[in-house]
Protein backbone atom coordinates (compact mmCIF):
# COMPACT_ATOMS: atom_id res chain seq x y z
CA UNK A 1 0.00 0.00 0.00
CA UNK A 2 1.15 3.68 -0.77
CA UNK A 3 -0.45 6.86 1.05
CA UNK A 4 -0.45 10.02 -1.10
CA UNK A 5 -0.94 13.29 0.28
CA UNK A 6 -1.17 16.84 -2.06
CA UNK A 7 -0.07 20.36 -0.42
CA UNK A 8 0.61 23.45 -2.23
CA UNK A 9 -2.49 24.08 -4.06
CA UNK A 10 -4.02 28.03 -3.77
CA UNK A 11 -5.00 31.17 -6.16
CA UNK A 12 -2.10 32.18 -8.43
CA UNK A 13 -2.59 34.98 -11.16
CA UNK A 14 -2.23 34.23 -14.31
CA UNK A 15 1.34 33.99 -15.40
CA UNK A 16 2.83 33.10 -11.85
CA UNK A 17 4.14 30.41 -10.47
CA UNK A 18 3.19 27.36 -7.90
CA UNK A 19 4.80 23.95 -6.83
CA UNK A 20 2.65 21.35 -6.01
CA UNK A 21 4.18 18.40 -3.27
CA UNK A 22 3.02 14.78 -2.92
CA UNK A 23 4.06 13.10 0.47
CA UNK A 24 3.92 9.35 0.12
CA UNK A 25 4.24 6.84 2.93
CA UNK A 26 4.06 3.01 2.84
CA UNK A 27 5.92 0.93 0.58
CA UNK A 28 9.21 1.35 -0.64
CA UNK A 29 8.50 3.96 -4.30
CA UNK A 30 11.62 2.41 -5.75
CA UNK A 31 9.50 0.30 -8.21
CA UNK A 32 6.95 2.48 -8.90
CA UNK A 33 5.88 5.70 -11.26
CA UNK A 34 4.43 8.26 -9.89
CA UNK A 35 1.84 10.72 -12.01
CA UNK A 36 0.40 13.75 -11.74
CA UNK A 37 -3.22 14.24 -12.77
CA UNK A 38 -5.79 16.87 -12.77
CA UNK A 39 -9.61 17.25 -12.90
CA UNK A 40 -10.89 20.57 -13.95
CA UNK A 41 -15.46 20.95 -13.12
CA UNK A 42 -17.35 18.76 -15.60
CA UNK A 43 -14.08 17.39 -17.18
CA UNK A 44 -12.21 13.94 -16.95
CA UNK A 45 -9.25 13.44 -15.27
CA UNK A 46 -6.24 14.38 -17.45
CA UNK A 47 -2.66 13.34 -17.39
CA UNK A 48 0.10 15.68 -16.79
CA UNK A 49 3.15 13.98 -16.31
CA UNK A 50 4.74 11.43 -14.51
CA UNK A 51 8.36 10.50 -13.03
CA UNK A 52 10.14 7.05 -12.99
CA UNK A 53 11.02 6.97 -8.80
CA UNK A 54 14.24 5.04 -9.20
CA UNK A 55 15.99 6.64 -12.49
CA UNK A 56 14.16 10.12 -12.13
CA UNK A 57 12.66 9.66 -15.95
CA UNK A 58 9.85 12.10 -16.75
CA UNK A 59 7.19 12.69 -19.18
CA UNK A 60 4.78 15.34 -19.83
CA UNK A 61 1.60 16.26 -21.61
CA UNK A 62 1.98 18.49 -24.51
CA UNK A 63 -0.62 20.75 -22.81
CA UNK A 64 2.00 21.58 -19.43
CA UNK A 65 5.34 20.88 -21.89
CA UNK A 66 7.98 23.45 -21.24
CA UNK A 67 5.98 25.28 -18.04
CA UNK A 68 6.29 22.20 -15.82
CA UNK A 69 8.77 20.17 -13.83
CA UNK A 70 8.22 17.00 -11.90
CA UNK A 71 10.97 16.52 -9.38
CA UNK A 72 11.32 13.89 -6.25
CA UNK A 73 13.03 14.21 -3.32
CA UNK A 74 14.05 10.63 -2.33
CA UNK A 75 14.99 10.56 1.51
CA UNK A 76 11.53 12.91 1.87
CA UNK A 77 9.67 10.36 -0.26
CA UNK A 78 8.26 13.72 -1.29
CA UNK A 79 6.71 14.37 -5.42
CA UNK A 80 6.97 17.76 -6.78
CA UNK A 81 5.22 19.33 -9.84
CA UNK A 82 6.39 22.76 -10.80
CA UNK A 83 3.99 24.75 -12.27
CA UNK A 84 5.07 28.50 -14.35
CA UNK A 85 3.54 30.48 -16.89
CA UNK A 86 0.13 29.84 -15.47
CA UNK A 87 -2.85 29.97 -17.81
CA UNK A 88 -6.64 29.93 -16.42
CA UNK A 89 -6.98 26.47 -17.92
CA UNK A 90 -4.40 25.17 -15.79
CA UNK A 91 -7.16 25.44 -13.00
CA UNK A 92 -8.41 22.56 -11.72
CA UNK A 93 -7.74 19.75 -8.93
CA UNK A 94 -4.33 18.56 -8.78
CA UNK A 95 -3.77 14.70 -8.04
CA UNK A 96 -0.90 12.74 -7.29
CA UNK A 97 -1.08 8.94 -8.02
CA UNK A 98 1.36 6.01 -7.75
CA UNK A 99 1.53 2.75 -9.86
CA UNK A 100 4.26 -0.11 -9.92
CA UNK A 101 6.32 0.21 -12.50
CA UNK A 102 5.86 -2.26 -15.58
CA UNK A 103 2.04 -1.25 -16.44
CA UNK A 104 2.06 0.06 -20.02
CA UNK A 105 0.53 3.26 -20.04
CA UNK A 106 1.87 5.80 -17.58
CA UNK A 107 -0.62 8.50 -19.15
CA UNK A 108 -4.02 6.76 -17.88
CA UNK A 109 -5.37 7.01 -14.97
CA UNK A 110 -6.94 3.89 -14.56
CA UNK A 111 -3.29 2.54 -14.47
CA UNK A 112 -2.87 4.28 -11.16
CA UNK A 113 -4.46 2.24 -7.89
CA UNK A 114 -3.30 4.76 -5.30
CA UNK A 115 -4.43 8.73 -5.37
CA UNK A 116 -3.96 11.02 -2.91
CA UNK A 117 -7.01 13.07 -2.29
CA UNK A 118 -6.12 16.18 -4.83
CA UNK A 119 -5.02 19.88 -3.93
CA UNK A 120 -7.02 23.12 -5.61
CA UNK A 121 -5.21 25.15 -7.98
CA UNK A 122 -7.27 28.34 -8.79
CA UNK A 123 -5.64 30.75 -11.77
CA UNK A 124 -6.91 34.35 -11.89
CA UNK A 125 -7.08 36.01 -15.11
Known amino acids: QVQLGESGGGLVQAGGSLRLSCAAS????????MGWFRQAPGKGREFVGY????????YYADSVKGRSIISRDKPKNTLYLQMDGLKPEDAAVYYC??????????????????WGQGTQVTVSS
Open 97 to 114: AATPFGVADYTQATTYPY
Open 51 to 58: IRWSGGST
Open 26 to 33: GRSLNSNV
